[in-house]
């Protein structure tokens, strides 16, 4: 009975968004919608929504998320082809936008498992599930993984499910056994929610240990970027005090 009251609960709240973005189209109900039928694995209605919406919104930032989520559509559809072009597409198109970041952080997952598509897949699954708050499921999801070629993302993905739990051991521990089963990778975001999470612990010295580090591995990178931007926080914070 519970279980039907929340499904009943989701399908009302799909159909209230469907309702919105025919009487007053919004990006910000597009993007809770689209989430919903990911979250549900109905693609198909996410690419076509997407479709349709294109003609409402003409920022060249909406057009650019569009694009995103299209892709985002394609690779949790299982199409990597279709996702990859459409990743490329957006950082060539609009390379200038904070987006073209997060698309960039795509393509370096599909890199990381192209010569094997079913782990690369499964990984795809374990962030759909943490993208549309499945948290369970994407724990139980990403330690099946930990063993295998992208057993780096694997963990990486399984520390932003336990930080979107608040579960701040558990997300430390995963880094941690990230660090000693694969301590050189190309997982750079994990070294940066390393740092993070120290600096929400106020462990100040140990961040800046991380970034630091990082900012001699990768100088003259986007990493790099946002290691030196965490470190003028730091900073920042040690003045006031």
């Known amino acids: 009975m519970i ?55 003409m920022k060249e930032a909406e057009k650019a998320l569009i694009a995103f989520e299209t892709g985002n559509a394609y690779m949790f559809a299982g199409d990597i082809v279709r996702a990859h072009d459409m990743f490329i597409r957006v950082v060539s198109t609009y390379p200038k936008l904070g987006i073209a970041n997060d698309v960039a952080d795509r393509l370096y997952l599909i ?80 070294v940066l929610l390393e740092a993070d999470i120290y600096i929400r612990l106020d462990r100040r010295r140990e961040a800046r240990e991380i970034l630091e580090d990082l900012i001699v591995l990768r100088p003259n990178t986007i990493y790099a970027l946002r290691a030196r931007q965490r470190l003028s926080s730091i900073d920042s914070s040690d003045l006031r005090e």
């Open 111 to 190: 890199e990381a498992a192209r010569d094997d598509t079913v782990q690369l897949k499964r990984l795809v699954n374990v962030v759909r599930l943490f993208e549309t708050e499945q948290y369970p499921a994407a724990v139980d999801s990403a330690r099946r993984l930990l063993k295998t070629v992208v057993a780096p993302y694997a963990y990486y993905y399984l520390a932003l499910v336990y930080t979107a739990m608040d579960d701040v051991p558990q997300a430390l521990g995963a880094l941690t056994e990230m660090r000693n089963e694969h301590p050189v990778h190309s997982v750079y975001d994990a």
């Open 3 to 57: 279980l039907f009251i929340i499904l009943f609960s989701l399908q009302s709240r799909a159909d209230s968004l469907e309702n919105l973005m025919v009487q007053d189209p919004q990006i910000e109900t597009l993007v809770q919608l689209n989430r919903y039928y990911l979250a549900e694995g109905e693609y198909h209605k996410s690419m076509e929504l997407l479709k349709k919406c294109e003609r409402y919104f």
